[in-house]
């Protein structure tokens, strides 16, 4: 079965239990015992209005957040002019805010330390998924994501227009290079057609098809041993969906996605992704 392309309008986002919990110690971890400064200046009484302003041109993701964050540190009203996965020029309003002053001062810099971050994800997996325009193929993201993180930077990727792999160890057989040395491969005849299997040359792969695997992972395959392994699986097994990854760039990622693979798995998506520029501003 492979990833779903149901949209996030059909798929809304709700935070976990665990992804709640998180969020609270992100925003606890800032707080500590209070904002010594802001209880010393600002009268509890006092009410404003705050503007979430983009630095830069993006994409936005994070609103189910922000709006976690900001309920922990009092009654805060938001409002997003920005739909999640949404495009935005720089200087764009993508979030408005009205409530006490000292809740706003409170959670800002955890509401701006998640929205910049999710929102660099979504941006990143949009350009992978804009390089590969025009040829039937999906980007997918990897386990490379922060410790304790990955439900929120998978929906980031989601945000981005971009597929998830598999969330865990634990929701697919995905059989990988260092399995090879000790394990016993002939076990995948029990999961014949519900297994993924990661190759590395022409030798591995003509071994894997013996086990009739649903998804082949070309690992690290240059352009032109890629076009030969593709062609070779699309007459031996085409029923397989087949996956490209390893060293993909926006400047390389069209030429793999021309050579025909099915899907293109990038961990550029989420563990080197540049953060984007927000700022909040009170009035």
């Known amino acids: 079965m492979k990833p779903s392309s149901r949209t996030l309008k059909t798929q809304p986002f709700k935070l976990s239990a665990a992804c709640l919990k998180r969020v609270r110690e992100a925003y606890e971890e800032d707080l500590g015992q209070g904002d010594i400064t802001t209880d010393l200046l600002v009268p509890a009484s006092a009410r404003g209005h705050a ?11 994070g609103a189910p957040v922000l709006r976690e964050v900001f309920r922990l540190a009092g009654p805060v009203s938001l409002e997003f ?19 006490p002053v000292r809740a706003l001062l409170k959670a800002e810099r955890t509401a701006l330390n998640f929205l910049a971050h999710l929102s660099g994800i979504a941006a990143q997996t949009q350009r ?12 997918l993201d990897t386990r490379k994501t922060t410790p304790l993180w990955r439900e929120l930077e998978k929906y980031a ?12 160890l634990y929701d697919a057989v995905f059989v990988k290079e260092n399995h090879r040395a000790f394990g016993d491969l002939k076990r995948l005849q029990s999961v014949r057609g519900r297994f993924e299997i990661e190759v590395r040359n022409q030798t591995e ?22 076009n ?15 996956e490209a990854s390893g060293g993909m760039t926006l400047e390389n990622v069209a030429h793999f996605a021309a050579m025909g693979v099915d899907w293109i798995s990038v961990g550029a998506l989420t563990h080197s992704v540049k953060a984007q520029d927000y700022s909040l501003l009170l009035t």
Not at 128 to 139: D, T, Y
């Open 51 to 61: 503007r979430i302003l983009a630095r830069e041109a993006g994409v936005f993701c």
């Open 205 to 226: 792969l003509k071994d894997a098809l013996k086990y009739q695997p649903r998804v082949i992972l070309f690992d690290n395959f240059t352009p032109a041993r890629l």
């Open 81 to 99: 002019p920005i739909p999640e996965g949404g495009a935005f020029k720089k200087n764009a309003l993508v979030a408005d805010l009205r409530g």
């Open 228 to 242: 030969q392994a593709v062609q070779y699986c699309r007459k031996m097994s085409p029923e397989t969906t087949l």
């Open 157 to 168: 990727v989601r945000c981005g227009g971009g597929k998830n792999h598999r969330m865990g």
């Open 128 to 139: 992978f998924v804009e390089a590969v325009r025009g040829h039937p193929v999906l980007i």
